[in-house]
């Protein structure tokens, strides 16, 4: 079992829709939970970050958090065209010589079409 | 906007050659990671850095990496020799805090090596 699992996808919308990114992890001990966006060739860039149970919203994108199903979701509401990209979940514990570690999942490619 | 720096932006070499990356991490950030980034997966951590020490390398193949922050400021990485597995985009990410889970790493641009 992969410690971060992703959907690879690829997840297609159409302009305007609302995408739902869904990622899952194994790590209990697991604190903070990141979602990047990576356009192709490029590196990951943060567009939210969530610590507490519930959800947390920036703008068009909510980022949703439930400890106990170990469950983390990135919603995208009225999708564009730019939001094509592969979007990669990554959690990071605390405590020990691993603290700030990030674990990526293998990333889930959204593509919105006009 | 700071930014993290990484050079070369590309390298090409042949397998069994030395190759070297560098970074430059945002300035005051005290956390320097190096991951590689094989084509369709998740970035996966190499080496993490706390000020000059090394505090995670668990998943460095050390027979032929190395990585070294000396003043606790630029790194660089290092593959000798080169194997043909290790084409992949390579990514240097600084953040500021010193302790703790509540972590934001900044991305630079990445080195992507080709092996051939």
């Known amino acids: 079992q992969k410690e971060v699992e992703q959907n690879s996808g690829p997840l297609s919308v159409p302009e305007g829709a609302i995408a739902s990114l869904n990622c899952t992890y194994s790590d209990r001990g697991s604190q903070s939970f990141f979602w990047y966006r990576q356009y192709s060739g490029k590196s990951p860039e943060l567009i939210m970050f969530i610590y507490s149970n519930g959800d947390k919203e920036d703008g068009r994108f909510t980022a949703q958090l439930n400890k106990a199903s170990q469950y983390v979701s990135l919603l995208i509401r009225d999708s564009q065209p730019s939001d094509s990209a592969t979007y990669l979940c990554?959690?990071?514990?605390?405590?020990?010589?691993?603290?700030?570690?990030?674990?990526f999942g293998q990333g889930t490619i959204l593509t919105v079409h006009p | 906007e700071a930014e993290v720096a990484q050079s070369p932006r590309y390298k090409i070499t042949e397998k069994s050659q030395a190759v070297a990356f560098w970074c430059d991490p945002i300035s005051g950030h005290a956390t320097l990671y190096w991951y590689r980034q094989i084509l369709g997966q998740g970035p996966e951590l190499l080496v993490q850095?706390?000020?000059?020490?090394?505090?995670?390398d668990s998943q460095l193949p050390k027979d032929r990496f190395s990585a070294e922050r000396l003043k606790g400021v630029d790194s660089t990485l290092k593959i000798q020799p080169a194997e043909l597995g290790d084409s992949a985009m390579y990514l240097c990410?600084?953040?500021?805090?010193?302790?703790?889970?509540?972590?934001?790493?900044?991305f630079g641009p990445g080195t992507r090596l080709t092996v051939l």
């Open positions: 850095f706390q000020d000059e020490s090394v505090v995670d």
């Open positions: 990410a600084s953040s500021s805090h010193r302790a703790g889970s509540y972590n934001e790493q900044f």
């Open positions: 990554a959690v990071s514990r605390a405590g020990g010589t691993s603290y700030g570690k990030l674990t």
